[in-house]
Every structure is written in C-alpha cells, then in structure tokens.
C-alpha cells in the first residue's frame, strides 16, 4: 500500500476491510481492549508509586516553623568551656525530639570570625557530621569525641581527626533580656564561614556545597 493512499485511509474499520467489524466503528475491539487493559495497569502501577513518591520527597518541601528557644542566663556560660544545654528539635514526639547542645560565651581570642549579633555566644551541635552520632564534649582534652567511628573535633568544632567530611554544626543564637537563646541550625566550611544546613555526610568545602544543596526542609 502506498504512502498516499495510506494517508487519505477511512478511519472507519468496516471500509478497511477488519474481520468483524460493525459499521460506523473507528477502534478495534482488540485496540479498545488492549488500550483499556494498559490504562488499567498505569493506573494499579500510579496507585502504589505516588503515595510511596509522596512520602519519599514530601519531608523535602515541608517547611519547619522558626523557632527561639532558651537555653539559660547569660551568666550560665563561660567563654572557656561548653555548657550542654538540651533544646527541642522536633517538637510532639517526647524525648526522641529533643538534643543536646553545647554552649558558650564568645572568646575574641579564639573565635576570629567576625561577631554580630547571632553569634556573641557559640552553640555547637552534638550531632556528628560523619554519620550523624552524638558527639561529647571532653574538657580535659578540649575536644568533641564521636565514640562511634573516632570522629575528634577542636575547641572550634573543626574536625582535627576521624571521618567526618566538616565541622561540627552549629546553632544561631541571641540574648533576650538576659538570656541566651538558641535558634536554627547552620553548617559552615572548614574555614568556619556559614552555610546553610546539611546532612551528615554531606561536604560544603570548595564543590561540596554545589554537590550537596540543602534541603528546604532542614531547618534544625
């Protein structure tokens, strides 16, 4: 059959010579019933997969509210050792939603990066940034110690040991009528300069930080 006369074919069956087909029909009963088939299959298919999708990537867009909590009188912290404070990171769920953080007064003699007013006191996290695992703080040794995988951080926080890809996290902070409040978490670089949250794991040094954007939702 030519290309012309394929073009200008009636879409009717019946003119096209189908075995068993009915006058005024344009789909084959075996092109009707295969279509119907793989709809009803996408359709079975799209039912288990979205909602699996959905749990999967929606903690990704789900904003978590901004929330200042205080950790103690001004007073409370010494500018020469860590103080744990324990905040509530994920509100509703008891014990498992709460951390501890490690707190102290801003030291111009060690802490060179320059002040505002969301960092006159240091609040470091006690989450490893290897794989996550509670860190402590040694006053002895002036080190965080991860006894997990051997993860060792300095006075700052900066990794001086073990697997971890950065530095220790930390948290923005603020006095408010003599107290000091704890607020969202940040990441920074080797060099101490701010980013906004990762995952353990994650890298934020030279590519790092394009290679592993943060997620909207990660805000504590």
């Excluded at 050792?81 to 102290?104: F, H, S």
């Excluded at 530095?167 to 978490?185: E, S």
Aim: hydrophobic residues 35%.
């Amino acid at each position: 059959m030519s290309d012309k006369h394929r073009k200008h074919a009636s879409r009717y069956t019946s003119d096209r010579k189908i075995p068993g087909a009915f006058e005024g029909e344009t789909v084959t009963r075996r092109r009707f019933m295969t279509g119907t088939t793989h709809a009803a299959g996408a359709i079975a298919a799209a039912s288990f997969a979205l909602p699996a999708l959905g749990f999967a990537i929606g903690p990704i867009f789900k904003e978590t509210p901004h929330k200042w909590e205080t950790a103690g009188p001004t007073d409370m912290f010494p500018d020469n050792n860590y103080i744990p404070v324990v905040i509530t990171l994920t509100p509703g769920i008891g014990e498992a939603g709460k951390t501890t953080v490690y707190v102290r007064k801003r030291n111009p003699s060690i802490d060179l990066e320059k002040p505002d007013s969301l960092n006159q006191y240091i609040a470091i996290t006690s989450r490893c940034a290897h794989l996550g695992c509670p860190v402590r703080w040694v006053d002895a040794a002036e080190r965080f110690i991860c006894p997990c995988h051997g993860g060792v951080y300095d006075l700052l926080g900066r990794r001086v040991g073990g697997p971890p890809v950065r530095p220790l996290d930390r948290f923005y902070t603020r006095v408010v009528d003599g107290f000091v409040q704890i607020g969202a978490r940040y990441s920074v670089n080797s060099e101490l300069q701010r980013f906004s949250p990762r995952d353990p794991g994650e890298p934020i040094d030279g590519i790092g930080q394009y290679l592993y954007p943060s997620r909207p939702s990660i805000r504590r």
